[in-house]
């Protein structure tokens, strides 16, 4: 499976699931389940290195205002979701996580938490193999990458994410 197969499955489950994270989960397994276990498993590969790539301070700092205060695993959660919210919005927000403003329409307390999605390839691999996946030995790094953010100094975030501080802070 290339990038271009693994964003069309992302995309296509998304737009069918038509907002709700749980079906969206569902849709990418039972998409996953009509390959073979090796092409759920270049799948997982391309999701973990997406979500691993968006462990950053500069994406934190966007999660932080769209969510609260996240945690480690709130973060992690906020990564699988930004994955599912496809290639253009992923890329846009890597690139430059102010723009989390203007690429999606964020409704707190109903989007951010992409977990179910972040086992989706898991799901599929056992149940098309009767067993779990195996590790893929893909980690995100000790830390996030780039300067860390104080995430409760106001003044500092309005000034780094001033759109999203506008809409969100």
Do not use: K
Not at 38 to 51: E, K, N
Not at 122 to 142: H, K, N
Not at 150 to 168: C, K
């Amino acid at each position: 499976m290339d990038e271009t197969e693994f964003w069309e499955i992302v995309d296509r489950a998304r737009q069918d699931a038509d907002g709700d994270p749980e079906e969206h989960a569902d849709l990418v397994v039972e998409r996953l389940t009509q390959l073979d276990p090796d092409a759920v498993l270049d799948f997982a590969r391309h999701f973990d290195s997406r979500v691993n790539r968006a462990y950053t301070w500069e994406l934190w700092g966007a999660a932080a205002l769209l969510l609260g205060d996240p945690g480690e695993d709130a973060f992690e959660d906020f990564r699988c979701w930004l994955v599912g919210q496809g290639r253009h919005v992923y890329e846009g927000a890597v690139h430059h996580p102010d723009d989390l403003a203007s690429l999606v329409d964020f409704e707190t307390g109903a989007d951010g938490d992409g977990e179910e999605l972040g086992y989706a390839a898991d799901e599929a691999y056992e149940q098309l193999t009767g067993v779990r996946l195996p590790d893929l030995g893909m980690r995100p790094p000790s830390e996030p990458e780039g300067e860390a953010l104080d995430l409760t100094d106001a003044d500092a975030m309005r000034e780094r994410y001033p759109t999203l501080w506008e809409r969100y802070g």
